[in-house]
């Protein structure tokens, strides 16, 4: 009789071994940290005893499930915002509390809560793309849990690092500090093409090679992505990574949603695993990953959650369940990703495409002791039936839950028990991640109640207030303008050409003013056109009046618009949207000293006759204000506005809101 740490007995021991040996009753041998024996029940209970004995009737035991792409501490943006598209989930929302709240705290704490899900979902190891590893990959050791954990590097200053090459720095340190650890593999995570440069790529595929870990990046996630990689190198982002040479390190790929028949092969030659993540790409109609030509090409897929804010939990049986359904939808063909095949996805493919299939992903001998138990006694998984041989895989993918998990056992170590985490303190972590839940919750209510701070939670912002003395006429002839400006004391600095595209958003709260944003076409004198968006926050009301209809306006925040029109109203929920598009002859001109705007507006839509005069000035004190309504009062004089035709109207006034102009 052979002496060991832990048997396992009885049950339906699912080896997910090469031959996919099944043994029922069978038995499972833990030694330390490692399996040393599987096999039928009585064969095994006549070679062994064991100190610590589960039984297992009426259970499975199979290998621990693997999530193979995930980030950890988003856990606690679980539900932050959804239903979003992509930019206006990620600009509005991830990247301002992630920058406001992501710290070593946070991605510590995150890191337990999903330590404490995964595992109570029978998952024993994962791997993570995310900031401050050193912290995820403590947390997880204090869970037991075991996992590749991927430092971020983005071409863009991080939560953890100023500047790439300090993060590249964080990362190489990370690598040394772990390497050969039992539970942690510390590896590079280049977060995408897009976020990084060819260097980044280079030095991190270097690192991975150098310490023989894998690398980890998403691939080709959005359409859009693609389109944009294509149109930029001529190449789509995986055939570009191959050029690149980074494709050498042990790669895993997450999404691959929209690859070509090229790059099925691509991953295959170059042995790139695959993190197929199901439910995030429905959820961000991302689009449907070719899982089933990627199987049929050899490719190691695994599953992947991916995090919770995309999600939004970290069940592994949902995604095997949902690849498996929509693989045959999509392909329309109900034999596509069978049971069996997509819990080897969350099992011993997950391992390959980990590049750690020699340690784990099936119940072998001489593997570690990474192992799910789950109970079969529940009544969505009653009765049982054995007529194909492929009843179990079936009963575990279309009808068991991730709730069903008893025992789970990581590197030999039972970590839960009956259900019960016995490395972790789940109340404990559920009441910090409320605080924390708490804290972001004041931040974003503290933001919705300005729009300033809705405009600047989006960045790259000048605030800047600024105050402008003004007057608006309507004119018959604009040649008679244009020429009564060729005087001796008008100095025309500049003059130019534009079509000016505005949207007006207006809001429920009046003192939020009103939101323009611009879409400024500048006829350069080569006749050829640059773009120039802006986004302005302007004040509620007209702050003076001087007479002659000269008013004194206030905008508060001037910045650049690199976002679309649609991110905006998306983002903002505008109440009401206006449009006016006009024609601009602007001319920079100084008048005794003094810098002003005199423009020429022809108002397209909504359409009007004639056309418009408007002389402003930027202004910074009352004194400065009155001499310089004073100077425009002789402006109008000598460009011959008559006092009826002044106009005490905004442009934006004359437009019907959106809503009016469809009824
Ligand atoms: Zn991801």
Same mark, same amino acid.
């Given at each position: 009789m052979q002496q060991a740490d832990l048997m396992l007995k009885g049950g339906v021991v699912l080896t997910m071994d090469p031959a996919y040996r099944v043994y029922a009753p069978g038995a499972v041998v833990i030694q330390g940290r490692d399996i040393i024996a599987v096999g039928p029940l009585a064969d095994i209970a006549s070679r062994f005893a064991a100190t610590q004995t589960l039984e297992c009737a009426e259970q499975v035991i199979?290998?621990?499930?693997?999530?193979?792409?995930?980030?950890?501490?988003?856990?606690? @943006?679980?539900?932050? $915002?959804?239903?979003? %598209?992509?930019? =206006?989930?990620? *600009?509005?929302?991830?990247?301002?509390? /992630?920058?406001?709240?992501?710290?070593?705290?946070?991605?510590?704490?995150?890191? @337990?809560?999903?330590? $404490?899900?995964?595992? %109570?979902?029978? =998952?024993?190891? *994962?791997?993570?793309?995310?900031?401050? /590893?050193?912290?995820?990959?403590?947390?997880?050791?204090?869970?037991?849990?075991?996992?590749?954990?991927g430092e971020t590097v983005i071409k863009f200053p991080t939560p953890d690092a100023p500047s790439y090459d300090e993060s590249l720095t964080y990362c190489r340190d990370f690598l040394r500090n772990w390497h050969g650890h039992e539970l942690i593999v510390a590896a590079p995570a280049p977060h995408s093409v897009y976020m990084c440069t060819p260097e980044i790529l280079q030095a991190t595929t270097e690192l991975a090679r150098e310490f023989d870990v894998p690398l980890l990046i998403h691939v080709s996630e959005t359409a859009d992505e693609v389109e944009h990689w294509v149109n930029q190198t001529s190449m789509p982002p995986l055939r570009w990574l191959e050029a690149q040479g980074v494709l050498e390190a042990k790669v895993l790929a997450a999404h691959c949603v929209h690859l070509n028949h090229e790059e099925l092969h691509i991953l295959r030659k170059h042995n790139v695993g695959v993190a197929h993540n199901p439910t995030s790409n429905l959820k961000l109609a991302s689009g449907f990953a070719p899982v089933a030509g990627m199987l049929?090409?050899?490719?190691?897929?695994?599953?992947?959650?991916?995090?919770?804010?995309?999600?939004n939990n970290l069940d592994l049986f949902e995604e095997m369940h949902l690849s498996a359904l929509i693989s045959k939808a999509v392909t329309r063909d109900p034999v596509m990703v069978p049971a069996r095949q997509a819990l080897a996805m969350a099992t011993i493919s997950g391992a390959k495409a980990l590049h750690l299939d020699h340690l784990i992903g099936s119940l072998e001998a001489g593997k570690r002791a990474d192992i799910a138990i789950v109970d079969l006694n529940s009544l969505h998984n009653v009765p049982r039936f054995e007529t194909t041989g492929l009843n179990i895989y079936s009963q575990l993918v279309y009808a068991a839950q991730s709730s069903d998990v008893r025992h789970v056992i990581i590197n030999g170590r039972v970590v839960m028990h009956d259900r019960q985490l016995l490395t972790l303190d789940a109340g404990s972590i559920i009441q910090q991640a409320r605080q924390i839940g708490e804290d972001v919750n004041q931040f974003f209510i503290q933001r919705e109640q300005s729009l300033l701070?809705?405009?600047?939670?989006?960045?790259?912002?000048?605030?800047?207030?600024?105050?402008?003395?003004?007057?608006?006429?309507?004119?018959?002839?604009?040649?008679?303008?244009?020429?009564?400006?060729?005087?001796?004391?008008?100095?025309?600095?500049?003059?130019?050409?534009?079509?000016?595209?505005?949207t007006y958003f207006f809001f429920s709260d009046p003192d939020w003013g009103m939101l323009r944003h611009r879409e400024d076409l500048v006829r350069e004198a080569d006749g050829s056109i640059s773009p120039i968006y802006t986004l302005t926050a302007m004040g509620p009301t007209k702050e003076a009046e001087y007479g002659n209809a000269i008013v004194l306006t206030r905008s508060r925040l001037t910045a650049p618009a690199d976002r679309t029109?649609?991110?905006?109203?998306?983002?903002?929920?505008?109440?009401?949207?206006?449009?006016?598009?006009?024609?601009?002859?602007?001319?920079?001109?100084?008048?005794?000293?003094?810098?002003?705007a005199v423009n020429i507006d022809e108002i397209i839509q909504p359409a009007r006759e004639g056309w418009y005069l408007e002389i402003k000035s930027r202004t910074w004190s009352s004194r400065d204000a009155e001499r310089k309504a004073a100077l425009i009062s002789e402006l109008l004089h000598i460009l011959g506005v008559a006092p009826e035709n002044l106009v005490r109207q905004d442009y934006v006034d004359f437009a019907a809101s959106l809503e009016e102009r469809r009824a």
């Open positions: 199979m290998p621990g499930l693997i999530n193979t792409h995930t980030h950890m501490p988003m856990s606690l @943006l679980r539900g932050l $915002a959804d239903d979003l %598209r992509l930019d =206006v989930w990620l *600009y509005g929302y991830i990247l301002p509390v /992630e920058k406001q709240f992501v710290n070593p705290e946070f991605c510590y704490l995150g890191t @337990l809560l999903s330590c $404490a899900e995964m595992i %109570r979902g029978g =998952v024993t190891c *994962y791997a993570d793309m995310y900031y401050f /590893e050193e912290e995820v990959a403590w947390a997880t050791v204090e869970a037991g849990m075991r996992a590749v954990c049929e090409n050899g490719v190691h897929v695994g599953l992947g959650t991916d995090g919770c804010a995309s999600n701070e809705k405009v600047a939670a989006i960045g790259g912002l000048e605030r800047e207030e600024s105050y402008e003395v003004q007057v608006k006429a309507r004119i018959q002839n604009k040649e008679l303008v244009v020429q009564a400006l060729q005087r001796s004391d008008i100095a025309i600095v500049k003059e130019s050409v534009r079509e000016q595209y505005d029109l649609r991110f905006y109203r998306e983002y903002f929920r505008p109440r009401e949207e206006r449009q006016v598009n006009k024609k601009r002859w602007r001319y920079r001109i100084r008048y005794h000293g003094v810098d002003m």
